[in-house]
């Protein structure tokens, strides 16, 4: 247990960063370092690349137009769902039902009831391209197209107004956009292979050797499943629709 009295020599330290973070974050936010883009804030232009590319193609073609505005507006429906229920404080429901509740809202928002959404229809080569419904036939249409437009829409919409909204009911898909937008500088090489762990977040993440040597040994030597606590100790430590969107 000789790595306490270390714990407790580093804990002062970490408090007082994390203090002076946060303190930096209050001080940034709405500050001219935030507009900017120097301070801390929400913004990140990399998770609104889907939704401009479709904006972009609205220039030329009402089907794209319309359906832009329906998503628009389907996402806000959904907002305004996620701001009635995390108001409730009646213990009624928890926090993960809620979450839940909208979620489920939220995967209502498919390509066929934004096309179908007033006078707009969309013709089959268009939902084809943006639904990607192969990927949908194999279970896997949470990284289609339409679904990361639909991610990057809330983020353009409610990255400032929402953002608890956007992280916790899109955040998989924002994550895969950034591992797409930034592989080229992250380790992903010249072909741009999108990657989920970079280099430097793998060290981070890497196992301690010693700990697997531990386990593995035991669980040869006696069957156990589960190492002793007391095992690698030594080493702990190595409203409406937002603003930006027109």
């Known amino acids: 247990m000789h790595y306490l009295p270390r714990h407790l020599q580093a804990k002062p330290?970490?408090?007082?960063?994390?203090?002076?973070?946060h303190e930096s974050m209050a001080a940034a936010k709405g500050s001219e370092a935030e507009a900017s883009g120097e301070g801390a804030h929400w913004w990140d232009p990399d998770l609104a690349i889907y939704y401009e590319h479709l904006k972009s193609l609205t220039k030329s073609s009402r089907s794209l137009k319309s359906i832009l505005e329906a998503l628009n507006n389907a996402i806000c429906g959904v907002e305004r769902e996620w701001k009635r229920l995390i108001h409730i404080r009646d213990g009624s429901l928890g926090y993960p039902e809620k979450v839940k509740r909208v979620y489920a809202k939220w995967l209502e928002i498919d390509l066929a009831s934004v096309s179908n959404a007033g006078s707009n229809m969309t013709d089959s080569k268009t939902a084809g391209l943006l639904g990607q419904p192969y990927l949908a036939e194999r279970g896997a249409s949470a990284t289609s197209l339409w679904e990361l437009t639909k991610a990057s829409a809330a983020f353009k919409m409610y990255y400032r107004m929402s953002p608890k909204f956007v992280w916790?009911?899109?955040?998989?898909?924002?994550?895969?956009?950034?591992?797409?937008?930034t592989s080229g500088v992250a380790g992903g090489g010249a072909v741009g292979m999108a990657l989920l762990v970079t280099p430097h977040m793998y060290a981070g993440l890497a196992s301690d050797g010693r700990f697997v040597k531990q386990y593995v040994a035991r669980l040869e030597g006696d069957g156990s499943e589960y190492p002793d606590v007391?095992?690698?100790?030594?080493?702990?430590?190595?409203?409406?629709?937002g603003d930006d969107v027109d």
């Open 168 to 181: 916790q009911i899109a955040g998989c898909q924002l994550a895969f956009i950034k591992a797409q937008v």
């Open 230 to 241: 007391d095992d690698g100790e030594e080493d702990v430590g190595g409203e409406g629709r």
């Open 13 to 21: 330290a970490i408090d007082r960063e994390l203090e002076s973070f």
